[in-house]
Nanobody, 118 residues
């Protein structure tokens, strides 16, 4: 089993930066593809960025060039560095650990709120 806990959310002004962290328990972190999703009020949960177990990165068009995902397998942690934040980035951000291709399960964190407002 894996437990994920996000941190680093908060209130930031437009144009500002914020870095989210997601810490994982257990011993299979390095084998999971790690993903960040977000859900704005009244909307569905959308994939923002992912980093595979081999380090390949992928971003949604809405955040490409502004957000960077990274992982530290020694610390069992994945990060989402967010820059040039816009009001439309306001959402609850969720960390997901996807090991389904390896039959390791799929895991979600409880989420952290990011609010971009002046």
């Amino acid at each position: 089993q894996v437990q994920l806990v996000e941190s680093g959310g908060g209130l930031v002004q437009p144009g500002g930066s914020l870095t989210l962290s997601c810490a994982a328990s257990g011993s299979i972190f390095s084998m999971l593809d790690m993903e960040w999703y977000r859900q704005a009020p009244g909307k569905g949960r959308d994939l923002v960025a992912l980093i595979t177990s081999t380090g390949r990165e992928k971003y949604s068009d809405s955040v490409k060039g502004r957000f960077t995902i990274s992982r530290d397998n020694n610390r069992n942690t994945v990060y989402l560095q967010m820059t040039s934040l816009k009001p439309e980035d306001t959402a609850v951000y969720y960390c997901n650990g996807d090991g389904r291709e390896r039959l390791l399960g799929n895991y979600w964190g409880p989420g952290t709120q990011v609010t971009v407002s002046s």
